[in-house]
């Protein structure tokens, strides 16, 4: 039996955000995109003006700061996709560093639909060869031999992994820690 890897990754990636990610963004504020869950979590900042950027340490500390919706959503648009849309499908420009965050929640949720639905483009437009060819120089040189499919699932388990830290400090915020 054919397995149409392409449509099975995709899948997987678009049952995550059509039921679970999309729906529990729904009526996020600004205050609470940047709500401090705890002191001193990590959060997005404007470091000169009009121009915003996450906490960040490097190394990062052992175990890692909590982090605002902010940093988490911005994380996943900036990081996971926006960048990874730029290096692997446009002009290998774009980094981290080189890209205003998001910090209000309309923004947010229009660029990560955005970079969704491009990702997901992209991602449709490979064949299984372009799956399996190799990843090459667009990430850090442990992903050089890997199939590109290797970088699409990681994504994947990213985009789910945050969004659904995501979803639980919605939840804590609802139910009063915010207030």
């Known amino acids: 039996m054919a397995v149409n890897w392409t449509g099975e990754v995709l899948a997987q990636l678009q049952f995550y955000w059509e039921y679970s990610l999309w729906p529990r963004l729904e009526g996020l504020t600004d205050e609470e995109l940047l709500w401090k869950p705890v002191p001193d979590a990590w959060t997005v900042r404007e470091v000169r003006e009009g121009w915003h950027q996450p906490d960040v340490a490097v190394p990062e ?5 909590v982090t605002t919706i902010a940093w988490r959503l911005g994380h996943i648009v900036v990081d996971v996709l926006e960048t990874r849309i730029n290096w692997h499908f446009g002009d290998r420009t774009a980094t981290s ?27 449709q437009a490979l064949d299984e060869d372009g799956l399996a060819a190799p990843v090459g120089g667009a990430e850090s040189s442990q992903w050089d031999d890997l199939p590109m499919v290797a970088l699409v699932l990681h994504l994947n388990r990213e985009i789910i992994h945050h969004g659904a830290e995501i979803a639980v400090l919605r939840d804590l915020y609802r139910a009063g820690y915010g207030r």
């Open 97 to 123: 560093r080189g890209i205003d965050w998001p910090v209000t929640a309309t923004d947010a949720r229009q660029r990560l639909r955005h970079a969704y639905e491009t990702w997901s483009e992209h991602i």
């Open 61 to 65: 500390p052992d175990p890692p700061p």
